[in-house]
């Protein structure tokens, strides 16, 4: 994955944007024993997206793909 910048991430038009289920990835993270840090870096994206996402912005589902496929698990167990 090739790591994307902060404002390329953040959907503005709002038309696609989804949600992490903050608690679920918070959940995964404990369980695989990851900071947030490392799994940005497995996901390709920066910490501070992944901190924005995390702390409730939107984001576009091919971010929640990379975050899910970091993870380990389908992106449908990580939305909202």
């Known amino acids: 994955f090739t790591k994307i910048k902060y404002g390329d991430i953040i ?3 709002g038309g696609e944007d989804m949600k992490l289920n903050t608690i679920k990835v918070r959940l995964l993270m404990a ?6 840090k490392e799994l940005a870096d497995k996901a390709g994206v920066s910490r501070q997206t992944l901190s ?3 702390n409730g912005r939107s984001c576009r589902p091919e971010i ?6 970091a993870l380990g698990v389908k992106p449908e167990e990580i939305i909202e």
């Open 11 to 13: 959907s503005k038009d």
């Open 31 to 36: 369980e695989q024993l990851i900071k947030q």
């Open 52 to 54: 924005a996402i995390m």
């Open 64 to 69: 929640i793909g990379k975050i899910s496929l």
